[in-house]
């Protein structure tokens, strides 16, 4: 069983900034990636932005230049800095991990998400 939790989330207005951690625990032998998704009222959970384990990142064209994901020391860890808040950012934000928790069994496991809300 993996745990992730997150924390950071909360109230801005538009322009502010946010970060939100997610830290993995667990039974972990390896993280493939985490990375952050988010999914606002009546809308379908969609990607933010990922970092691999060789330290590789995509973000969604919605959040590139404005937002930044990055590991800890100990990549178990993952961050999001949010800059230039939209209020069109406002949403749920999950933290996703998936790795293996040993040699015969993968995981991808979910935060419980947090809530960031930006105000016009």
């Known amino acids: 069983q993996v745990q992730l939790v997150e924390s950071g989330g909360g109230l801005v207005q538009a322009g502010g900034s946010l970060r939100l951690s997610c830290a993995a625990s667990g039974s972990i032998l390896s993280i493939n990636a985490m990375g952050w998704y988010r999914q606002a009222p009546g809308k379908q959970r969609e990607l933010v932005a990922v970092?691999?384990?060789?330290?590789?990142?995509n973000y969604a064209d919605s959040v590139k230049g404005r937002f930044t994901i990055s590991r800890g020391n100990a990549k178990s860890t993952v961050y999001l800095q949010m800059n230039s808040l939209k209020p069109e950012d406002t949403a749920v934000y999950y933290c996703n991990a998936n790795g293996r928790a040993n040699l015969y069994r993968p995981f991808t496991d979910w935060g419980q998400g947090t809530q960031v809300t930006v105000s016009s």
């Open positions: 970092i691999t384990d060789d330290g590789s990142t």
